[in-house]
């Protein structure tokens, strides 16, 4: 067993269930007819659900892997139950939004991964007028993340994400607009071995022109630079990590109503990053998206995206990897009540910028399927219930492997 885990301390049992306890009882408050409803008026409103997840590999192992040093078995189900309060008011041309939620992850057989997260999102829709607009606004979220890329199973998978920033539209004149804005990304993992990611605070502005038509058509034009950092990380020259970047990003966005019932969003640009002090690490290249939404009829919608990303994924063998992908997302509303939605993935991964020398560069494919069935019995309560299956081929033998999911969740707002 890892020092890491040993030294962890075993969540109080009391304690680690009793929001769970009160969500419970705060859902079934909700589900119950006629209890609490949430009007679309109301400012303030309260929100609950509770959520059950089993996976059969939860630290995407290949099969032949034995169940790692330290953890209690490959599978686990993961309980979540969460309550927050939700505000939203618009005073005149200004709306405020808040939105407080915490909760609770345990895991049934690890539960050295369990934690508790208080997340919040705050907003201030501004306007000086109807013609100069914008937003600021402030927000962090706590996650499980998977452990798709993420090999050391005896570090938490929880990465907690936090945004400030200011963003502002101004309408010049006959659907010109002109946009900018200055925002902080913060992001961290509990492990400081985690370099791949790398724990990172990352300040960016940006400046853009807009057109949009009298049949709300758009294309706009985006530039955004970049400064980022990396926390708690000094320079090293045997392994090459470096602790400051910036990144440019160029983004032209088109988006076209080409019938009543499709519509056309793309995305096309060009990233340029570059470190301080070791350039082995720099990668530039085009990015992009192409989704093609069809809503034939009032019961069907079909999806379908295909793109290219650029994305930092730092190790001796890659210090990135561009990921092209495709993906293709129908729906049935079966009813008022009951949606149907398939979700299917397929991602081609290719790690590039070694900094020793190797004999073959990693390449990876991903593919998912998911089923998912909404079901919202009354105005203020859903059901959700999916089935997964996911599996990764490489030319890297330890990395394959096969993982299927299944969730049901329940939530309520009064």
Excluded: C
């Excluded at 939404?293 to 190790?315: I, N, S, V």
């Excluded at 991903?366 to 089923?371: P, R």
């Amino acid at each position: 067993m890892t020092k890491n885990m040993q030294t962890r301390k075993k969540p109080d049992q009391e304690s680690r269930y009793k929001l769970s306890g009160i969500t419970w009882a705060i859902v079934f408050a909700g589900l119950a007819p006629g209890l609490a409803l949430a009007d679309a008026a109301d400012s303030f409103n309260f929100a609950a659900g509770i959520s059950a997840r089993y996976e059969d590999n939860l630290f995407r192992l290949a099969d032949s892997a034995p169940t790692p040093n330290g953890a209690s078995a490959k599978s686990d189900t993961l309980f979540t139950t969460y309550a927050g309060i939700r505000f939203d008011r618009t005073y005149d041309l200004q709306r405020i939004q808040l939105d407080v939620t915490a909760t609770s992850y345990n895991y049934r057989n690890n539960d050295y991964l369990n934690f508790t997260a208080l997340d919040y999102r705050a907003a201030w829709l501004w306007a000086i007028s109807p013609r100069l607009t914008g937003s600021l606004f402030a927000d962090k979220t706590s996650q499980v993340t998977s452990y798709t890329n993420l090999q050391n199973i005896s570090t938490s998978n929880q990465r907690t994400v936090e945004n400030q920033g200011l963003l502002g539209d101004w309408l010049v004149d006959g659907g010109w607009h002109l946009t900018g804005g200055a925002y902080r990304l913060r992001s961290k993992t509990d492990s400081t071995e985690l370099t791949s990611f790398g724990n990172f605070v990352q300040d960016t502005a940006e400046a853009g022109v807009k057109y949009v038509s009298t049949a709300n058509n758009s294309l706009a034009l985006v530039q955004r630079q970049a400064r980022g950092e990396y926390i708690d990380r000094a320079i090293n020259p045997v392994s090459k990590l470096d602790n400051r970047y910036d990144q440019s990003d160029t983004e032209l966005r088109a988006i076209y109503q080409v019938t009543g019932h499709s519509r056309l969003d793309t995305r096309i640009g060009y990233r340029d990053r570059t470190y301080e002090n070791y350039s082995e690490r720099d990668f530039s290249g085009a990015v992009g998206a192409i989704s093609y939404l069809w809503t034939p009829t009032g019961k069907l919608q079909f999806t379908l995206t295909a793109g290219r990303d650029l994305l930092a994924y730092q190790e001796n063998n890659n210090s990135y990897y561009a990921s092209n992908f495709v993906n293709f997302t129908p729906a049935w509303l079966i009813s008022d009540k009951t949606t149907l939605r398939l979700k299917l993935d397929w991602y081609k991964n290719k790690f590039e910028g070694a900094v020793v020398p190797v004999s073959e560069l990693r390449e990876d494919k991903i593919y998912s399927t998911q089923l998912a069935l909404a079901w919202r019995p009354t105005r203020t309560v859903v059901v959700d219930s999916f089935l997964l299956h996911e599996e990764r081929s490489s030319n890297i033998s330890r990395l394959p492997y096969k993982a299927n999911v299944v969730g049901l969740s329940a939530s309520a707002v009064f």
